[in-house]
Every structure is written in structure tokens, then in C-alpha cells.
């Protein structure tokens, strides 16, 4: 693999790149780090400052991940409402300490996209908070904004504005359709462009209509690609010691994740094969059977695992059936297949199947709920749920984040922060506020 910081050139551009492989991310020239240097046993963000703009899911859940990997990331929020999301439930975390013991509690919503960051209660309608947003800026490697195009302009937030004041700031703008482009002003929500991108046709039983995903799975994505979009331009600003703009839409992302599909329909010019339910276009067996008091997922995807499962449910004869010896017979035939495989599947539990099959080599899967899956046993094993000491819910468990290092534990290190709950820290430490000046913004309404 090349080092990257190897191959470049002398002058200031490597002044900046060796500021960030020994002391952080930005420039040698501006502020001190909060957090540790990078090493082995830190975080991979470890020294990264985020400033976060963003509300609902796609933007905070890009954040969130920046902040798993070890970033210090600044949540702004309406000082009295907070993040649309906190008033999202029920369900609610119920607080049984502190002031607010007589409110609803803290949203479920809220709490699975917000962990590892610090919330500053702050309104830029004022003047004021514009000031503070300003200099937060300045200390700040990356913004991430989720406003309609344009919307930031008027308060001096834009990305051609904050470049002047910190021309090294990456600045991530996520919008439902782009800065450009004919619906660039619409409200991209992430039903709405999993309708109008093609995901919603695509989705659900075969006969059936169109439906949603049951997870907002473009919000999502949309935050994957700009996390991922905002660490390479963070790579190239080592380069250029210059920071860039970065615009993410949800409509470009569901696109781009139509992936096979889409190539097959810019391929063959021709209309997709519509809905599937959990069975596959092109491969038979592929999809969910009923069993006796469930369903079972099975995969056979070649004609090896479809042998498998021919001995599996004791019909080896179906192996040297004409009509099923190969996979294009078999999708030929699909209908008559797959409802002898059900007609063997319903003679036995899930579990019963789970133990048949178990080291068979064939890919299978019980369809399990939502609290199915948060009790799994492998999930558990994978430390994919924690236990964390809530300020005023106490403890509360969440999902952890997904990934392992081999030399870094990302973790939840702090949990989903209480509204303005590092309003002071931040303006103290990271600008150098003072305790009569947070007063005095508190008493006008700029701070909570």
C-alpha cells in the first residue's frame, strides 16, 4: 500500500502534511487539539472537530459516524426545541433524574443517530449566534448542513463565506436533490425519493404494490457516502491545504444504489423485472419459505447448494430432475419449484430447519423481528448492543457501532447528549467565551 504522506512534495503543502500525520488534522499555523495525538491506541479521528448543522437522520447519522471513529463533533440545535427529532416518539426514554422529570423524555429516534457528540443550544437568527457559528468555524475541520440550497446564505453560514474566514474547512452539504438541477428547491424527505428513484417499485411482493423500505434506508445511505465522501477530502486537503464542497443529494445516492439493477435496465434498454418480494430475478431457489410456525430464507444459489438443500429436506431425487438440474431450468420452472420446496419446509419448525441445516454450507436465515434480532445471540456476541449511563434517563441500551479495528475501539464514549448540555464547554473552551458573556447570551435567548 502507498503512504501517501510519502509522495509529497516539499514545500508548505508538506508543512501541512506532516502537521497532520504528527499532531492531527488541521494546519500546524491553528488551533491546539483538544484530544490526544494520533497513535496506535487512539481513535482513527482522534483531533477531528465537526461541526454539525444537521437534523432528522441522514446528516446526523453521517456525524454520528465521524464521531464513533474518534472526531469531537458539535451539534447545533434550536435552543428550545432541539433537533425535529427529539419530539419524534413515542417511544421515549423516560427522564428520572434532573430538571426535566415532568417532560416526555428523550426520543428513541433521537438517541439511535446522536451518541459521541456534545450539543450546543444556539438560534443564528441572531446576530449574535452568527458570531459564535463564525468562530466555531474557524476552529472547526469539517461543517455538515442539511438547510435547502441557499438557506445559510442569509446568515453568512454558506460555504463560499465560511471558506474566506477557514479556507481548510470541508464543508458536506446533504439535501433530498442537490444544489443543482430542476428540483433543487424540493424537500427531499426519504420516502419521497425512494419513490421518485426507483427503490419503492422495486420493493415488496411480487403481485403486490410498491412499498417503502422498512428502514429509512436512503437517509442512511446518504449519510455512509458523505461520511466517507468528507475522510477523502480530508485526504486531499493534505495535499492542498485546501478544504472543498461537498454535495450529497439523496436522489444521487438512491440512484446509485439502484447498482446491478440499474446497469442491467442501461444495458438492456429495457423496463426492470418490478417487485420480488424476498425471492431473486435470476437465481432459483432465493427466497423466504413458510415453515410450520414461521418462515426461513434459503439461498441456493449454485447447483451445488441447491443439491444441498434437495438433501437437506430428503428429496435428493430433485437433483437429477430435468426441470431442476440447472439454474436456468430451475428459473424456467420457478413457480413449480418453489412451491414443492414449501410443501417439505411447512413440515417442520424454523428452529427444526436451523438445526437441519446448520454447517450445511448452504446460506439460510430465520426472519426474525426486531427484538429477535437485538437478542440474537451472534449480535450479542459481536457487542452490537451496549449499556450506557443516560445524564437523566440513566442507563439505556443502543446499538454500538458496526465496525472493528484492530488497533483502535471505537465505541460509545459519551451518550446522546441532553439539549444544550455542552453549551458552556464549548463556548468556554473552544472559543474562549466567558462565564459573563454566556450569561448574558443566555439571558437573550441566543444560548440554552
Not at 428520572?96 to 443517530?113: C, K, N, Q
Request: hydrophobic share 35%.
Amino acid at each position: 500500500m502507498i503512504n501517501l504522506l510519502n509522495h509529497i512534495p516539499h514545500g508548505p503543502v508538506w508543512s501541512i502534511a506532516r502537521c497532520a500525520k504528527l499532531n492531527g488534522w488541521k494546519s500546524c499555523t491553528q488551533r491546539s487539539f483538544s484530544s490526544a495525538l494520533l497513535s496506535s491506541e487512539s481513535l482513527p479521528l482522534a483531533g477531528l472537530r465537526v461541526l454539525d448543522m444537521t437534523r432528522v437522520l441522514a446528516g446526523p447519522y453521517c456525524t454520528q459516524i465521524l464521531g464513533d471513529l474518534g472526531a469531537e463533533v458539535i451539534k447545533i440545535e434550536h435552543p428550545i426545541r432541539g433537533d425535529d427529532t427529539r419530539a419524534w416518539g413515542p417511544p421515549y426514554a423516560e427522564h428520572i433524574r434532573g430538571d426535566a422529570v415532568e417532560g416526555p423524555g428523550e426520543s428513541a429516534y433521537f438517541l439511535s443517530v446522536n451518541r459521541n457528540k456534545k450539543s450546543l443550544g444556539l438560534s443564528f437568527a441572531h446576530p449574535s449566534g452568527v458570531d459564535i457559528l463564525h468562530q466555531l468555524a474557524k476552529e472547526c475541520d469539517v461543517l455538515v448542513e442539511n438547510y435547502l440550497p441557499g438557506t445559510l446564505k442569509k446568515y453568512g453560514m454558506d460555504y463560499e463565506t465560511l471558506h474566506k474566514i477557514n479556507p481548510s474547512l470541508t464543508y458536506a452539504s446533504i439535501t433530498g436533490y442537490g444544489q443543482t438541477g430542476p428540483y433543487r428547491m424540493r424537500a427531499g424527505y426519504d420516502v419521497m425519493v425512494e419513490a421518485e428513484m426507483g427503490l419503492m417499485h422495486i420493493t415488496g411482493s411480487r403481485d403486490g404494490p410498491p412499498v417503502k423500505v422498512g428502514v429509512a434506508v436512503t437517509d442512511l445511505t446518504t449519510g455512509l457516502y458523505t461520511s466517507n465522501s468528507i475522510l477523502a477530502a480530508l485526504l486531499g486537503r493534505i495535499r492542498t491545504g485546501k478544504g472543498q464542497h461537498i454535495d450529497v443529494a439523496l436522489s444521487d445516492c438512491q440512484v446509485a444504489t439502484l447498482s446491478n439493477l440499474a446497469s442491467s435496465a442501461l444495458i438492456s434498454g429495457k423496463k426492470d423485472s418490478g417487485r420480488w418480494g424476498t425471492a431473486h430475478p435470476s437465481i432459483v431457489p432465493y427466497r423466504a419459505f413458510k415453515t410450520a410456525d414461521g418462515d426461513i430464507l434459503l439461498g441456493g444459489g449454485n447447483d451445488k447448494l441447491y443439491g444441498i438443500l434437495c438433501d437437506k429436506i430428503k428429496r435428493p431425487e430433485w437433483k437429477a430432475d430435468e426441470r431442476f438440474t440447472t439454474n436456468a431450468m430451475r428459473v424456467k420452472n420457478r413457480d413449480m419449484l418453489e412451491q414443492m420446496i414449501e410443501v417439505e419446509t411447512k413440515k417442520k419448525t424454523t428452529a427444526e430447519w436451523l438445526n437441519i441445516l446448520e454447517g450445511s454450507g448452504m446460506p439460510y436465515a430465520a426472519i426474525n423481528d426486531i427484538q429477535g434480532t437485538l437478542n440474537h445471540d451472534h449480535v450479542l456476541a459481536r457487542n452490537m448492543v451496549v449499556e450506557v449511563e443516560h445524564p437523566t434517563c440513566g442507563p439505556m441500551k443502543l446499538v454500538n457501532t458496526p465496525v472493528k479495528f484492530s488497533d483502535s475501539d471505537p465505541s460509545i464514549r459519551s451518550p446522546p447528549p441532553t439539549l444544550g448540555q455542552h453549551t458552556d464547554e464549548i463556548l468556554r473552551d473552544v472559543i474562549g467565551m466567558s462565564e459573563s458573556d454566556i450569561h448574558d447570551l443566555r439571558e437573550e435567548g441566543v444560548v440554552a
